[in-house]
């Protein structure tokens, strides 16, 4: 019996390789995550796994007529077609609980580098400037308001760590009620308007959509306080670079930090990096150990589709399967 195969975007956490093998399936690589080069090995998979490079497209789904399941790396599902994996039978599946932990603080790292200005007094300190400890004066977060836009798993889990560790106040912004964390956190939910305007550090934690891509511009960004910051750990398009460009220049904000950006990898000479204002880390905060296992996981789901059984975190709903799938 032919082994089931499985193609990987890129290479995940060992205990997800060693998953895929000792449930006997046949690992794939492309040589480049291109689609032309995914078109040479994606026809025999049955299952495909992705991460945040590359794009699951319906060219490349129809060009696989096993394909039955394709999975997600973590979180986020602007890299596949999921009308076209809808209407081709093809589950999606992700792994949504995976690395809100690790977002979460990597969140708060780049809210304390911004508060402290870290990477300038490090910078002062390898230049041996050790006079510029009197030109670098930071802030408390201590009691500080946060403003979340996007109170999901991963904004959830940073508004539990601010509020409990720094008694922050709690502001967000959501299309759906949270009364859980309203009550828990003493969350207040708030317009965007209001949430800019109040905030002294405003999180972005939505997914990329048709109708938060490029939400955050001049408008917005002219809002808020002269003292505050914005990070944004969702998605690079969720802001638009430029107004953060002009508003950090023109030192309408104090601070802004990203981890991801509007084209990744961001370009040489993107502007933000040359602001001392400006903290970006690329497109890491899920990188831990942990986080790093746990999303790699995602192929339990890949292997329980291809099997028949119905996936544990589906992301669609396939009109009409590849294949008929039980019910776990």
Avoid at 50 to 76: D, Q
Avoid at 191 to 212: F, G, H, I, Q, R
Avoid at 229 to 258: M, T
Wanted: with cysteine.
């Amino acid at each position: 019996m032919a082994k089931p195969k499985v193609l990987l975007f890129e290479k995940i956490h060992r205990k997800g390789i060693e998953y895929l093998e000792k449930e006997g399936c046949e690992i794939l690589f492309s040589e480049a995550i291109t689609e032309e080069a995914l078109l040479k090995v994606a026809p025999a998979a049955e299952g495909i796994v992705f991460r945040t490079r590359g794009y699951v497209s319906r060219r490349l789904m129809e060009a696989a007529p096993n394909l039955k399941v394709v999975g997600r790396h973590g979180v986020g599902l602007d890299n596949v077609d999921m009308e076209a994996a809808t209407d081709l039978g093809i589950w999606v599946v992700s792994t949504p609980e995976a690395n809100s932990e690790s977002v979460a603080e990597h969140v708060l790292s780049l809210a304390l580098s911004l508060a402290r200005q870290v990477p300038q007094t490090l910078r002062a300190l390898k230049e041996h400037r050790w006079e510029d400890r009197n030109r670098y004066v930071g802030q408390e977060l201590l009691g500080k308001t946060l403003g979340i836009v996007g109170l999901g798993r991963v904004g959830s889990t940073i508004a539990r760590i601010w509020h409990r560790a720094f008694g922050c106040p709690i502001l967000f912004r959501d299309i759906v009620s949270k009364p859980e964390w309203e009550q828990a956190l003493n969350a207040r939910p708030v317009p965007l308007d209001e949430l800019l305007k109040t905030a002294d550090y405003v999180s972005l934690n939505v997914p990329l959509k048709a109708d938060t891509r490029g939400m955050i511009g001049e408008r917005e960004l002219a809002l808020m306080k002269q003292s505050a910051f914005i990070i944004n750990a969702a998605r690079g398009p969720v802001w638009q670079e430029k107004a953060v460009f002009k508003a950090l220049s023109e030192n309408w904000i104090a601070g802004a930090a990203a981890d991801v950006f509007e084209e990744e990898p961001t370009a040489r000479d993107n502007p933000l990096l040359a602001l001392e204002n400006f903290i970006g880390t690329p497109h890491v905060a899920a990188h831990t150990q942990d986080a790093m296992q746990r999303m790699a996981m995602v192929v339990e789901d890949i292997v329980s589709v291809i099997r028949g059984k119905a996936p544990q975190y589906p992301a669609n709903q396939p009109k009409s399967a590849r294949q008929t799938v039980q019910q776990a």
